[in-house]
């Protein structure tokens, strides 16, 4: 089921996915279970990890039932200024240290990209290895002005990835390498959230909504056999 919700600014849209991830982790906690989320990366989620951090919404979250995830990477050292890592670490996990604090799964970018993505295939098959079919509680992903979320960009194999759940893709546009979750284990969130916000997506987003350019649920090779 796709619900598309029109907010009316990006505080309003950072608030709006505060009070959901709050509400999707405690019911993990009631229900006994840990909270598993992939982060996004770029810039539009930095008022929403921010917010999180705040007063008003981190003691409204057991952190430490939390285990954070991301959607891609660059492959940039974690201190990079490019790093999504680097960017929820000075938003978020900064603010979130002691005891209540979350299990970081944090994707390499340090390491050669095939190898890390390796690594991170590995990370998650340990994972979810105790509860085989499970997947992410929450994915929450941004869209760029050409349609790409995580680092699934137009053009590249990952789009159509049917078996693995971690690429390393060398992004032409970008002249530089990425790791990013692929369809198989985005497609099996409980949940996918995009943030997206700005004039200049409204129409690859209406492209995207209508299917006149690949939505990441569909591609034309199926993983089945
Ligand atoms: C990244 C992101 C990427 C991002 C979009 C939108 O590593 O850059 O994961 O998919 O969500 O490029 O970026 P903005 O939020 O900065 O517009």
């Avoid at 950072?14 to 709050?22: G, I, N, P």
């Avoid at 034309?220 to 056999?225: A, G, L, M």
Wanted: glycine share 8%.
């Amino acid at each position: 089921m796709v619900k598309i919700e029109v907010l009316a600014s990006p505080d309003e849209l950072a608030q709006s996915c505060a009070e959901l991830v709050v509400k999707l982790a405690n019911q993990a906690v009631e229900n006994g279970r840990r909270f598993s989320i992939a982060l996004a990366g770029g810039s539009t989620p930095m008022k929403l990890y921010t917010l999180l951090a705040s007063d008003r919404f981190h003691g409204r979250i057991n952190w430490s039932a939390v285990d954070l995830f991301w959607g891609d990477e660059r492959c940039v050292p974690p201190d990079h200024p490019d790093s999504n890592y680097h960017m929820v670490y000075s938003t978020l996990l900064v603010h979130l240290k002691g005891t209540n604090s979350p299990a970081i799964f944090r994707m390499h970018g340090e390491d050669e990209p095939q190898l890390a993505a390796q690594e991170y295939q590995l990370e998650l098959d340990k994972y979810f290895h105790d509860s085989p079919g499970s997947a992410f509680n929450l994915v929450i992903l941004g869209m760029g002005e050409d349609g790409h979320t995580a680092s699934l960009f137009p053009g590249t194999p990952g789009i159509f990835e049917g078996s693995r759940q971690v690429v390393a893709q060398f992004i032409p546009k970008l002249a530089s390498w990425r790791l990013s979750l692929t369809p198989v284990v985005i497609n099996k969130a409980d949940l996918v959230v995009f943030l997206v916000c700005g004039a200049k997506k409204s129409a690859v987003l209406a492209d995207v909504i209508s299917g006149r350019i690949f939505p990441i649920n569909s591609h034309p090779k199926s993983s089945n056999p």
